[in-house]
């Protein structure tokens, strides 16, 4: 049975128990595609982390105790609910995000894939041993969990970064508070109902929702040792410095702006195809959307043409029905931001190619706005130089591949970066000389597989060791080097 309850306030969950927040300050959770309010999500107070905290804190010694095989076993039950509960977590996520069902479901699977790494940990945490290092001594290495961990989530992937998180951080031996996005709370309380389900101890995995406030709170915490942080870029700065200043160590992936490589030996079919998912899926709304295309001018007309006409062939509309391919923006206020956007970058010379504004008027209800995209921009223009997050592809035109790459490389973000081409030469030159830490060679959306660090570059991302892959291993854990000689 969930705790949720259509149209009700969302409780947070603490020590073991679901208990109602105190505080007066709530927002509405609309779905974005219809502006029904699925529910209330409290918006929770400096008490409230603290008791989170204070309940983790309790349960980390018993915890860390637990062998790491009984751990990753109650992971193991966890992924099992997951698999079984795909189709109505799925839905959840659809209705608070907006995005498709096959979106959701795509995403839970990445999410999946986390839990299955976090499987391995008994062979991951594994230490080193030097016997015999000097005569009669020896010397180890051993991992140790760091105690709390704080995890502070985007809306854009309400199951797949908490998963990023939790289930690594759980299985080294951590305890977690999570803060998820206050626009997309409901996945959340399904994943600590799941977790709990699956066996996890009272205090292991607490949630608090929350906003600004409920951050600061976990930020400043004494009892927090390592902070996880996925969103924007300004936000990520702040919770490093942050959280860095209150000695915890941190992780904060950002924003981005990822440019995708047309060479003029690429096939043109496959980018068009790939070029199209990759800025429009999720209505744009993901870190690693293709957000500009930097076309060599001698192919640039022959591909607009047939970008625009793929663009035209989205369709748009509630991702809880069969068939659409792009759902809503996730508010009202950020689609006006978006729009206000598109207009500064008509102002500063861009070219309208394809307009997906007409379709703010002709829905009715929902946040909705049409595949766009901008021809003719500069690498100077706002619409370049800021990420919008939203279904709007920004043309740059350039001579040849080196140019291309000299763009790509002016943006302050390096999350991801793809290049479309037949040619092995232009893809080594691209793989040596782009600055971003997530490639792609004619693959739109280059996710690296749970196994792999999640790498973005320059402020795409603040810290040293990135999400997943060994990096999380190394992140949730600290090492300890114990040399040692017995007499007699
Ligand atoms: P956001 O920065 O608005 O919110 C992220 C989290 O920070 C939320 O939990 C929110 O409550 C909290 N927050 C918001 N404003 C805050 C403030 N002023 N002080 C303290 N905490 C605050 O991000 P979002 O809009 O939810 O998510 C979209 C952004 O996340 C995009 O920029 C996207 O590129 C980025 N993102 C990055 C990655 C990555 O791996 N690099 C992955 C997913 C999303």
Redesign the pocket.
Known sequence: MSMIVKGDRLPNFVGGKWCTSNTRDVLPVPNPATEEVLALVPLSGTAEVDAAVRSAQEAFLAWRETPVTERVRILLKFRELLVQHLDTLSRTLTEENGKTLNEAKAEIWRGIEVVEFAAGMPSLMKGEVTPQVSRGIDMEMVRDPVGVVAG??????PVM?PLWMVPLALAAGNTFVL?????TPLSAVRLVELAVEAGLPEGVFNLVH???EA??ALLCHPGVDAVS????????E??YKTAAAHGKRVQA????KNCHIVHEDANMEGAVQSITGSAFGCAG???MAGSVVVVLESVADRFLKDLVAAAERVRVGNGLEEGTEQGPL?RDEHRKKVLERIEQGLKEGAVMLRDGRNLVDQMDRGFFLGPTILDRVRPEMTVFRE?L?APVLSVIRVKDLDEAIRVVNRSRFG?AAVLYTESGKAARRFRERVQAGMLGINVGVPVPAAFYP?S?WKQ??YGDLH?NGKDAVEFYTRKKVVTSRWFG
């Open positions: 502070i989530t985007p809306f854009n992937f970064v803060k998820p996005s206050e626009r929350g906003g600004k951050v600061d942080f996925v969103g924007s870029q300004p936000v990520a702040h919770v992936l950002a924003g981005a709304q993901r870190c996730i990420e997050f999350n999640f973005g795409s991302f999400a």
